[in-house]
């Protein structure tokens, strides 16, 4: 499985700043937003261009343009969503496949309780984005999910990334990509990624 830890300086900087203790919900959330978006530029650095010509201001141009598959985003509800507008930015047309999992506090296991996928998902690349990559469990589940629907492409993109998780993931689905702005040092008794962030997805909702 390739795993790619994007080392970039506006990356690393605004990662840090989400790690601060007491920053707001507006600042996670933004912050959020913003890393995705940077993660997303490393994540589709692959994509197949092709050569058109088109008319330009002084007559006949040859542009290029991106050729390759159609995409779909894969926000893993809740603290996916706070990624999305990321991915929009770069790929405003693309269509989004929203999957609803959370993890058993007790058991750390994924529940699913919502998909609604894009009906041609088996044709298009699957962007999936959460913050958060623990156990692995709601990742490679969304996976199992995607993959049962016939899709075949799959990039995954997270903020923080435990070992455990990279290495539950890559056991499970060594043909996806993986994208972080971290891989951080290990999970805690409770399931979370130290150092991390914390709860993402409250910190981005605003409910603790
Ligand atoms: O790798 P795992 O061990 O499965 O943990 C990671 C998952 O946990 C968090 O979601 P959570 O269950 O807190 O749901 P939420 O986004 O609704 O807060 C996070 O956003 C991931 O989806
Ligand atoms: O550290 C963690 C682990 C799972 N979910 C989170 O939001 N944070
Ligand atoms: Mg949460």
Not at 30 to 43: N, P
Not at 106 to 115: A, D, G, N, Q, R
């Amino acid at each position: 499985m390739q795993v790619v830890e994007v080392k970039h300086p506006l990356v690393q900087h605004k990662l840090g700043l989400m790690r601060a203790k007491d920053i707001s919900t507006m600042e996670f959330r933004t912050l959020t937003r913003e890393v995705g978006s940077l993660l997303t530029y490393e994540a589709t650095k692959d994509l197949e261009l092709e050569e058109v010509e088109i008319s330009g201001w002084n007559g006949p141009v040859k542009v290029q343009r991106i050729k390759g598959k159609k995409v779909t985003v894969v926000p893993i509800l809740r603290a996916g969503l706070g990624m999305m507008d990321g991915v929009l930015e770069h790929i405003p047309s693309a269509r989004i496949s929203v999957v609803g999992i959370y993890r058993d506090e007790e058991t750390l296991k994924p529940v699913p309780y919502f998909s609604k996928l894009a009906g041609d998902i088996q044709e298009r690349l699957a962007i999936i984005v959460d913050p958060m990559l623990a156990t692995g469990g709601s990742l490679i589940e969304t996976i199992n999910l995607l993959k049962s629907k016939g899709c075949t492409s799959i990039k995954c993109v997270v903020l923080v990334a435990a070992p455990e998780g990279i290495k539950a993931l890559q056991e499970a689905h060594p043909d996806v990509e993986l994208y972080c702005a971290s891989v951080d040092d290990h999970l805690n008794e409770h399931g979370y990624i130290i150092p991390g962030l914390g709860d993402a997805g409250d910190k981005i909702f605003g409910t603790k």
